[in-house]
């Protein structure tokens, strides 16, 4: 699947967000190396600390689909351009993935995708 059609999937992901305490919603789709595609939204709860963030949702529904490889996430958020993920999103990426240079993060600014390698977003990242 394209970028630009993963970007088209995770806007749709983010009309399901459940996020009445941040107001913030945010979208995730993402692709794995057999090319199947897992959409992701963040739910809130009143308990904050409870939050899910849309990229590990996402990932949660591939993996309980036995995926474990992932090649690329996109995000997309309605309040903010380029919605880059958290540190803790970036983590779980690096925990599917071979190669952090090999995954591509994509943000939607305005009409155009950007695309960044978790290698960029996450620089020496940690592994056991
Ligand atoms: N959020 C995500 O879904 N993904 C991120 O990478 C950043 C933050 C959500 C969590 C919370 O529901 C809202 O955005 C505001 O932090």
């Not at 399901?16 to 945010?26: D, H, I, R």
């Not at 963030?53 to 690329?72: L, P, Q, T, V």
């Amino acid at each position: 699947m394209n970028y630009e059609k993963l970007m088209e999937k995770a806007i749709e992901a983010s009309k399901n967000s459940y996020s009445p305490y941040s107001k913030f919603a945010v979208g995730a789709c993402v692709l794995m190396d057999d090319g199947s595609v897992y959409t992701g939204c963040n739910f809130e709860n009143s308990s904050f600390g409870m939050t899910i963030c849309a990229e590990r949702n996402a990932i949660g529904s591939a993996i309980a689909d036995g995926k474990i490889k992932i090649k690329a996430v996109a995000i997309y958020s309605p309040n903010q351009q380029k919605c880059f993920p958290c540190g803790a999103c970036r983590q779980v990426i690096h925990e599917f993935c071979e190669n952090d240079s090999d995954v591509d993060i994509i943000l939607k600014n305005g009409e155009n995708i950007e695309i960044y390698t978790l290698a960029q977003l996450l620089p020496e990242s940690f592994s056991l």
